[in-house]
């Protein structure tokens, strides 16, 4: 069973950091890319960041540029999401998915990932 978990919400003040991990089990996504998604209450699930499967193509959401860095490691099956100068319009559930299409480019579409985590929420305080 292909699962992703994704580890690292909190509650911060405007301003702060958090680092968000995703582990995948039951299969290597390696070769597949990855992104962070968000959904806050009442409103659609929006991207965040994107990376393909070798790590070296990154893409953001325009509110997310400067501030937040998108990462993997691959021998650890593994996707990060550093973010930092968190403002409270960040607060969201954040989730990690997956594409399922190898060698695949960094895709702000969501159908394009056939792969998702439960979500871990991040609310930030003014």
């Known amino acids: 069973q292909v699962q992703l978990v994704e580890s690292g919400g909190g509650l911060v003040q405007t301003g702060g950091s958090l680092r968000l991990s995703c582990t995948a089990s039951?299969?290597?996504?390696?070769?597949?890319?990855m992104g962070w998604f968000r959904q806050a209450p009442g409103k659609e699930r929006e991207f965040v960041a994107a990376?393909?499967?070798?790590?070296?193509?990154?893409s953001y959401g325009d509110s997310v540029k400067g501030r937040f860095t998108i990462s993997r490691d691959n021998a650890k099956n593994s996707l990060y999401l550093q973010m930092n100068s968190l403002k409270p319009e960040d607060t969201a559930v954040y989730y990690c998915a997956a594409d399922q299409r190898p060698w695949s480019q960094p895709t702000t579409s969501r159908g394009s990932y056939s792969y998702w985590g439960q979500g871990t929420q991040v609310t930030v305080s003014s």
């Open positions: 990376i393909n499967w070798s790590g070296s193509s990154r």
């Open positions: 039951g299969r290597t996504f390696s070769s597949n890319g």
